[in-house]
């Protein structure tokens, strides 16, 4: 691949062997919560699915989305009470190689727009989905609605992928064309958005086809 190795899923799993599913599960954790967005958790949980379709990865495939679900929730989690302990002040410094000030602000945008579903969208969205939850920490979001989308967010993002990789685990074309195979997965992830977006402007329109009728 293109990437660097730390960026590769299949040199990353290959290398750490039979840590395979737990070295996924502590990425998983710390993109999603930690405050690190850089890290290859979509194309991880696809490939983690794969090989265990392949059999590289000896773990029962209910056993693996359970580990990863929990470890995607429970990084939401600590990035949330992150948010709720310090606010937005670490992005505050334009320089900075991360934690840059636009980066919470387009997470706040996000997050006002698609109100508690945001949780269940970000997910599938780099960077925001590593955000998201500092932003409803630091705005005091109440915890058990919290909970609950991020909960079904964590559930459709790390099962519903791993599911999707083990799908295609035994197609040969997947397995000789990972890189486009990823590629791919990056242009599905982006469907809900999509959906969400077109279903925004369909709301936006009736309403103001509403608000001209009340007009006339």
């Given at each position: 691949m293109l990437l660097p190795?730390?960026?590769?899923?299949?040199?990353?799993?290959?290398?750490?062997?039979?840590?395979?599913?737990?070295?996924?599960?502590?990425v998983v954790f710390i993109?999603?919560?930690?405050?690190?967005?850089?890290?290859?958790?979509?194309?991880?949980?696809?490939?983690?699915?794969?090989?265990?379709?392949a059999g590289t990865i000896g773990v029962p495939l209910w056993l693996a989305c359970v580990i990863l679900t929990v470890s995607a929730f429970l990084g939401n989690v600590s990035g949330y009470y992150i948010g709720r302990a310090l606010g937005t002040s670490l992005f505050?410094?334009?320089d900075a190689k991360f934690l840059k000030p636009?980066?919470?602000?387009?997470t706040h945008e996000f997050f006002e727009r698609y109100?508690?579903?945001?949780?269940?969208?970000?997910?599938?969205?780099?960077?925001?989905?590593?955000?998201?939850?500092?932003?409803?920490?630091?705005?005091?979001?109440?915890?058990?609605?919290?909970?609950?989308?991020?909960?079904?967010?964590?559930?459709?993002?790390?099962?519903?992928?791993?599911?999707?990789?083990?799908?295609?685990?035994?197609v040969k074309f997947i397995h000789e064309h990972l890189e486009s195979a990823l590629i791919l997965l990056?242009?599905?992830?982006?469907?809900p958005m999509l959906v969400e977006y077109l279903l925004a402007r369909r709301r936006a329109r009736k309403n103001s086809m509403g608000e001209g009728e009340m007009r006339v």
């Amino acid at each position: 691949m293109l990437l660097p190795n730390w960026m590769d899923p299949e040199f990353l799993l290959n290398w750490l062997g039979d840590w395979a599913l737990w070295g996924t599960a502590a990425v998983v954790f710390i993109e999603c919560g930690l405050l690190f967005p850089i890290l290859p958790g979509d194309s991880l949980l696809f490939a983690v699915g794969l090989f265990i379709a392949a059999g590289t990865i000896g773990v029962p495939l209910w056993l693996a989305c359970v580990i990863l679900t929990v470890s995607a929730f429970l990084g939401n989690v600590s990035g949330y009470y992150i948010g709720r302990a310090l606010g937005t002040s670490l992005f505050r410094n334009p320089d900075a190689k991360f934690l840059k000030p636009k980066y919470i602000a387009q997470t706040h945008e996000f997050f006002e727009r698609y109100g508690p579903r945001a949780l269940v969208l970000a997910r599938f969205v780099p960077i925001v989905r590593t955000f998201i939850t500092v932003v409803a920490g630091a705005g005091r979001m109440d915890p058990r609605k919290f909970f609950l989308w991020t909960g079904i967010g964590a559930v459709l993002w790390a099962s519903g992928i791993t599911l999707l990789g083990h799908a295609l685990g035994k197609v040969k074309f997947i397995h000789e064309h990972l890189e486009s195979a990823l590629i791919l997965l990056v242009l599905i992830s982006l469907v809900p958005m999509l959906v969400e977006y077109l279903l925004a402007r369909r709301r936006a329109r009736k309403n103001s086809m509403g608000e001209g009728e009340m007009r006339v």
